[in-house]
């Protein structure tokens, strides 16, 4: 008896709490279970006095009364210890994972979900599904925690059909109901339809892929070569003023920190320029990836409830013409120090134009390359005046006769109507923003304890251009800079932190931008946008597109 039992312990064990029998009943299926178990089974069960096996379905009405087998009891009785049968190994549930709905005392993980039950099994609980016939056109699929979101919340019907006209999945019932008329489908036919455009979109993220390596690889030449141009020089520059008198030698270390300067704030703006291209290139790998996860997935109505988010994800705009002013020729340098060996006279003014020449320009230069430095803001809400309200997901602030009740916050703006964005930047950003009403204000600023009590435009903790109706000024420290340029509603901003760099430039509707004014300065904390909003204005942070 005892060799039988050892070859086969599960047929000692109860199917429901998967523990060995107590108080063991036998039902007249022939099934074994613990009384306990089978009652609290039933107690869950009734439905109008009908009563099932848990493993062969089998019906009974009315309930069995339930004796305890002596057959079974003895039997267990008289094993010993080690003798007794344990469970069969099953698989626990970890976290994450979807538990069996008919587990009692031990929840284990579930291995398939019924659509027509609408329940999860694990995989003793599973076997009627396969064993009986009464389950024969039961539809199992993959577990899903979310079996719900499968169901229809007005008939509790399975999912079944999809919707054109509202581009939502539904059940047949609502085919017949609010649905009725409409153009509709079968998941599985709207699935196969939504297959097609996988194809084209799996396409589209492969050539955004391979344009962003091009260009990672052309930036990274340009990069190199900008390296050795800028080390030529300066090896040059040594050399040459090494025979030089000494006036000619106090020039050349400013030479010398000119062109590394520029040197370094292009270099400073292609280094951020590859930190974006390998994050879009991430996003794309990512973005086809879940693609690919979507494409194999048998769950139709898993399908098409989550292929539109994927279709709406916004995709990175692939240039056709890479252009990035990344050059800066210093050729120009052993030209004019040939010319100072011959003309010691003029050596003063020869060397000042060298750094006057390298010093000139170097910010990019069409809208499309200040968009390549493109960041992303968002306001805080925690900084924000009690008259300023936020609202597009943080990107837009509008000025309201009625002051709110905002929770205290100890960077909250309490004496000027401003307000800053969460993001403090310290490389090279580009943003653009698109105003409205009497007057605001765009800046930059540290952040610390002295803004929260200061208007941007009276600290020299902040740079800021006010714009209005009659025209822009900058303002810095409290003083004062006319600008005479018109501005447009829209207004960019570069920031080259490194290279101490601030410019604010008008954009015109077709795309022209103007500069407006240009700070060269050194900045030593992040800097975080900001902005003060007038009475019955407001200000967007836009987009690129």
Same mark, same amino acid.
């Given at each position: ?9 599960? +047929? ?10 107590k108080?063991?009943v &036998? ?21 109008? $006095?009908v ?17 305890? =087998? ?7 009785? /008289? ?26 005392? %031990? ?15 694990? !995989? ?8 009986? +016939? ?10 899903s ?6 169901i ?5 019907k ?26 509709t ?7 196969k339809?939504?297959? /097609? ?10 050539? $955004? ?16 070569a900008?390296?050795?141009?800028g ?7 040594? /050399? ?13 270390? !400013?030479?010398r ?21 390998? /994050? ?7 973005a ?9 997935t048998?769950?139709?109505?898993? *399908?098409?409830?989550? @292929? ?24 120009f340098?052993? %030209?004019?120090?040939?010319e100072? %060996? ?13 750094s006057? &020449? ?13 968009f390549?430095?493109? @960041? ?12 300023l309200?936020?609202?597009? $997901?943080?990107?837009?602030v509008?000025w309201?006769?009625? +002051? ?11 004496k000027?109507?401003?307000?800053? @964005? ?10 653009e *923003? ?13 952040? $610390? ?13 902040s740079?800021?251009? =006010? ?22 509603? &829209? ?50 942070i836009?987009?690129?597109?």
């Amino acid at each position: 008896m005892k060799m039988a039992v050892s070859s086969e312990p599960h +047929a000692l064990s109860c199917s429901i709490c998967l523990d060995v029998l107590k108080s063991p009943v &036998t039902l007249h299926c022939g099934h074994s279970y613990c009384m306990d178990c089978v009652n609290a089974y039933w107690d869950e069960e009734d439905k109008a $006095g009908v009563y099932s096996c848990p493993q062969c379905r089998h019906t009974f009405s009315p309930r069995p009364v339930l004796n305890k =087998s002596t057959v079974l009891a003895d039997l267990l009785g /008289k094993m010993s210890g080690e003798d007794r049968p344990t469970p069969p190994a099953m698989d626990e549930v970890a976290p994450g994972e979807v538990e069996c709905d008919f587990c009692t005392v %031990r929840k284990l993980k579930a291995v398939k979900s019924c659509l027509v039950c609408l329940a999860s099994y694990c !995989a003793t609980h599973l076997q009627p599904h396969y064993e009986s +016939a009464a389950f024969k056109r039961h539809k199992l699929v993959e577990v899903s925690a979310s079996i719900q979101e499968k169901i229809c919340s007005k008939h509790d019907k399975l999912l079944e059909v999809y919707c054109r006209n509202d581009g939502q999945c539904i059940c047949l019932l609502c085919v017949m109901d609010d649905h009725k008329g409409h153009d509709t489908v079968s998941a599985a036919a709207e699935r196969k339809e939504r297959q /097609k455009q996988f194809g084209k979109k799996k396409q589209r993220y492969q050539q $955004g892929i391979q344009e962003k390596e091009k260009q990672l690889r052309q930036l990274r030449q340009k990069m190199k070569a900008l390296k050795c141009s800028g080390d030529a020089a300066v090896n040059q520059n040594e /050399k040459a003023y090494a025979e030089i008198v000494q006036m000619a030698d106090k020039r050349r270390c !400013a030479v010398r920190e000119v062109i590394r300067v520029q040197e370094e704030a292009a270099m400073s703006r292609a280094e951020a320029l590859v930190v974006r291209l390998k /994050k879009e290139i991430c996003e794309l790998r990512k973005a086809e990836d879940d693609l690919k996860q979507l494409s194999l997935t048998e769950d139709h109505i898993k *399908v098409l409830q989550r @292929c539109q988010s994927i279709f709406d994800r916004p995709e990175t705009e692939v240039s056709t013409d890479f252009n990035i002013h990344l050059h800066t020729s210093f050729d120009f340098v052993t %030209r004019a120090i040939s010319e100072l %060996r011959d003309k010691l006279e003029n050596l003063g003014k020869a060397v000042a134009e060298i750094s006057e &020449t390298i010093q000139a320009d170097p910010d990019p230069k069409t809208r499309q390359e200040f968009f390549l430095y493109s @960041c992303h803001l968002s306001l805080d809400p925690n900084t924000a005046f009690a008259n300023l309200i936020l609202s597009e $997901g943080n990107s837009m602030v509008t000025w309201i006769k009625k +002051a709110q009740r905002p929770p205290h916050h100890s960077e909250r703006f309490t004496k000027y109507d401003q307000v800053l @964005c969460t993001e403090g930047l310290s490389g090279v950003c580009y943003w653009e *923003v698109e105003w409205g009403g009497p007057r605001v204000e765009v800046a930059v600023c540290y952040k $610390g304890a002295e803004l929260e009590e200061s208007c941007f435009a009276y600290t020299d903790q902040s740079w800021c251009i =006010s714009l209005s109706n009659s025209g822009c000024t900058f303002w810095h420290d409290e003083i004062k800079t006319r600008i005479s340029i018109p501005c447009s509603s &829209t207004v960019g901003v570069y920031l080259n932190h490194k290279a101490g760099i601030l410019s604010f430039y008008t954009v015109s509707d077709s795309g022209k931008m103007r500069l407006l004014h240009r700070v060269q300065t050194t900045f030593s904390k992040p800097l975080y946008p900001g902005f003060m909003v007038s009475r019955g204005s407001s200000v967007r942070i836009l987009t690129p597109k």
